[in-house]
């Protein structure tokens, strides 16, 4: 990870607290890039696993992470039941820390995976500060997200799909065994290096701490979605998006290259980047490629 000076601070939102961590100075002096700010995936996930893009930071532009309510940092609520975990909750979260950080103005948004659904939300409501929007492996709809991914589930070996069928025919998901087999589809479809890098594997250690965000709207697996986002969409939505739009995915992603056409379609003006040798986490999987995209792309939109 690039060496960049880095705070990290507290930010309220409604009764509970939002965590943050600022890599470089999000002064607004005239010349100065305009920040991005990153949304991490989930739902119920942390943001570290997306640290590799503090390499964003090298050529003077603030690059913001955070954590969304109910894990990693920010406050963690798990009595809270599915009429609280809403889209909106977490739209509401992102202006919060948007206006508490000051940059309003102007900005640059990054959302990733579930983070990508948050994105495309905010940027539906056209916030007149933000400069573009990246969509980093993501898709439009949830329901057709899912249908991919249990396609992509079908290509698994036999017994591996064996275990994950019986384990959610008999509701035992918390099993190590259904894990493990889970590991296999997510060692194909969401990072190929192994072993996986330390902040990718500390975000999946915090939905293990307090899995309550992404047991509650997402379920038990990437495939096996039965929580309360399992039917959001925004593709009927998407001329809605007025800003320039980058697109990004691996041609191995679970947000598979069909899901991005949808993107591609609904978003006037979009582009796409597909890499090659990559699935979910290009940021890692190509890093240096994908970081010299993202830097083109920001200066471009300044």
């Known amino acids: 990870m690039v060496k960049v000076k880095s705070k990290e601070g507290l930010a309220p939102f409604l009764e509970f607290q939002t965590y943050f961590k600022v890599y470089g100075d999000l002064s607004a002096e005239a010349g100065t890039p305009a920040p991005l700010l990153t949304l991490h995936g989930g739902p119920g996930a942390s943001h570290d696993y997306l640290l590799s893009m503090a390499d964003l930071a090298r050529d003077g532009r603030a690059v913001i992470f955070y954590d969304q309510l109910g894990n990693g940092g920010s406050t963690h609520l798990p009595g809270r039941g599915a009429d609280f975990w809403t889209v909106n909750l977490f739209r509401e979260q992102l202006a919060s820390l948007i206006d508490h950080l000051g940059i309003s103005g102007r900005y640059h948004l990054l959302g990733q995976s579930w983070g990508g659904f948050l994105a495309q939300e905010h940027a539906l409501g056209q916030p007149a500060g933000l400069r573009s929007l990246i969509l980093s492996n993501t898709a439009a709809s949830f329901p057709a997200f899912v249908q991919e991914a249990n396609r992509l589930r079908l290509l698994l070996p036999e017994a591996v799909e064996a275990t994950l069928k019986r384990h959610e025919t008999d509701g035992t998901t918390d099993d190590p065994e259904y894990e493990a087999a889970c590991k296999v589809f997510y060692l194909r479809h969401l990072c190929r290096m192994d072993p996986w890098p330390l902040e990718v594997t500390e975000s999946f250690d915090w939905i293990a701490r307090d899995p309550t965000v992404y047991h509650t709207m997402n379920g038990p697996s990437?495939?096996?979605?039965?929580?309360?986002?399992?039917?959001?969409?925004?593709?009927?939505?998407?001329?809605?998006?007025?800003?320039?739009?980058?697109?990004?995915?691996?041609?191995?992603?679970?947000?598979?290259?069909?899901?991005?056409?949808?993107?591609?379609?609904?978003?006037?003006?979009?582009?796409?980047?597909?890499?090659?040798?990559?699935?979910?986490?290009?940021?890692?999987?190509?890093?240096?490629?994908?970081?010299?995209?993202?830097?083109s792309w920001l200066a471009e939109f300044d």
């Not at 980058?246 to 947000?255: C, K, V």
């Not at 796409?272 to 995209?293: K, T, V």
């Open 222 to 295: 990437e495939f096996h979605v039965i929580g309360s986002i399992r039917n959001w969409e925004a593709q009927s939505r998407l001329d809605g998006i007025k800003v320039p739009t980058l697109l990004l995915s691996g041609r191995h992603d679970e947000a598979t290259p069909a899901l991005q056409q949808g993107l591609l379609e609904g978003i006037a003006g979009s582009r796409q980047r597909l890499f090659e040798n990559s699935s979910h986490m290009p940021f890692w999987e190509e890093r240096e490629d994908f970081m010299e995209e993202v830097s």
